[in-house]
C-alpha cells in the first residue's frame, strides 16, 4: 500500500529557506501515471496547491510562488523535496505531500502533513 | 487563475438530514471537479472525482452533479462520520484551485 510521508524542521526563521522531504513508500515516483505534488494550509485556512513534478522531469508551480519555490526529486531514494525561500510568517502552514493522477490530476493520495511554523 | 466559491462557509445540521453543499467556478471547467473531506488534524480525503465519480470505498449517501461552472455536493442522509469540511477543487488548469471550504457542523 503506497504511503507518502513528509519530513522537516518544524521551525524556521525568516528570510530563511523551508525545506521539505516526502518518502514514497510502497511504490514508484517514477510511474508515468502520476504526478506528485505539495499543498500547504495555513491554520484554520484553506488549501493551496504549491506545484508538481512529473517523471519525465517536468514541474509547475503556482504563479503566485513560482519564484520562490523549487521541487526536486530523488528517484533513487523515492523522495521529492519542496524548497521555499526567502519564507515570512505568511508561510506558515501545514504542508502537505500528495499524489496525483495523470489523466484526472485531482489528489488521490495524501501523506499526514507537517507544520511548518515560521518565527524568529 | 480559476476561482472556487463554495456555499454556505458553515452548515449546521443533524444526522440523517440530507445536505447540498455549492461550489461555483469562476470559468467553466466541464467536469474537471473534485471533493474532498478534511476532519481535524487530518490530510484531507478525497471523496468525489470527475464531478459525480465516487472514490473508491467512499459510501454511496454522497453523490456530485453540475457541469460548466456550477456543482454540487449532496449527502443524502447525514451520518456521525460526515461532520467535517468539505473542500471542491478544480484541475481543469494550472493553477489547480480550491474552494474556501464548508463546514458541516452539528446542529
Known amino acids: 500500500q503506497l504511503q507518502l510521508q513528509e519530513s522537516g524542521p518544524g521551525l524556521v526563521k525568516p528570510s530563511e529557506t523551508l525545506s521539505l522531504t516526502c518518502t514514497v513508500s510502497?511504490?514508484?515516483?517514477?510511474?508515468?501515471?502520476?504526478?506528485w505534488g505539495w499543498i500547504r494550509q495555513p491554520p484554520g485556512k484553506g488549501l493551496e496547491w504549491i506545484g508538481s513534478?512529473?517523471?519525465?522531469?517536468?514541474?509547475y508551480y503556482n504563479p503566485s510562488l513560482k519564484s520562490r519555490v523549487t521541487i526536486s526529486v530523488d528517484t533513487s531514494k523515492s523522495q521529492f523535496s519542496l524548497k521555499l525561500y526567502s519564507v515570512t510568517a505568511a508561510d506558515t502552514a501545514v504542508y502537505y505531500c500528495?499524489?496525483?493522477?495523470?489523466?484526472?490530476?485531482?489528489?488521490?493520495?495524501w501523506g499526514r502533513g507537517t507544520l511548518v511554523t515560521v518565527s524568529s | 487563475d480559476i476561482q472556487m466559491t463554495q456555499s454556505p462557509s458553515t452548515l449546521s445540521a443533524s444526522a440523517g438530514d440530507r445536505v447540498t453543499i455549492t461550489c461555483r467556478a469562476s470559468l467553466s471547467i466541464s467536469d474537471w471537479l473534485a471533493w474532498y473531506q478534511q476532519k481535524p488534524g487530518k490530510a484531507p480525503k478525497v471523496m468525489i472525482y470527475k464531478v459525480s465519480s465516487l472514490e473508491s470505498g467512499v459510501p454511496s449517501r454522497f453523490s456530485g452533479s453540475g457541469s460548466g461552472t456550477e456543482f454540487t455536493l449532496t449527502i443524502s442522509s447525514l451520518q456521525p462520520d460526515d461532520f467535517a469540511t468539505y473542500y471542491c477543487q478544480q484541475y481543469k488548469s494550472h493553477p489547480a484551485t480550491f474552494g474556501q471550504g464548508t463546514k458541516v457542523e452539528i446542529k
Open positions: 513534478f512529473y517523471s519525465s522531469g517536468s514541474t
Open positions: 500528495a499524489r496525483q493522477g495523470r489523466y484526472f490530476p485531482y489528489f488521490d493520495l
Open positions: 510502497g511504490g514508484s515516483i517514477s510511474s508515468s501515471l502520476y504526478y
